[in-house]
């Protein structure tokens, strides 16, 4: 299982993959239109992966997480 969470008072998303031994390739954040706005390539294994969002304008953008075997995709809302 995967988990995507809010850092208290800060634009933070936390992930965490609930599966043991299995990491994300990567993490993509695109916005409403499509565009990729910040990719995060996952080499090591770590209980967490912060994603800090603090930069992005205010709205709505869209979440992928590239695991081995299938994605996981969410929406995911910026606001300040």
Do not use: R, W
């Amino acid at each position: 299982a995967i988990y995507i969470y809010d850092q208290v008072g800060q634009l933070v998303k936390s992930i965490k993959v609930d599966q043991s031994g299995i990491i994300p390739n990567a993490i993509y954040i695109y916005d409403q239109v499509g565009q990729l706005v910040k990719s995060i390539k996952v080499e090591e294994m770590v209980s967490e992966i912060k994603i800090d969002l603090s930069a992005h304008a205010q709205g709505v953008y869209y979440m992928k997480v590239d695991m081995p075997g299938e994605d996981f995709n969410t929406k995911v809302t910026v606001t300040h």
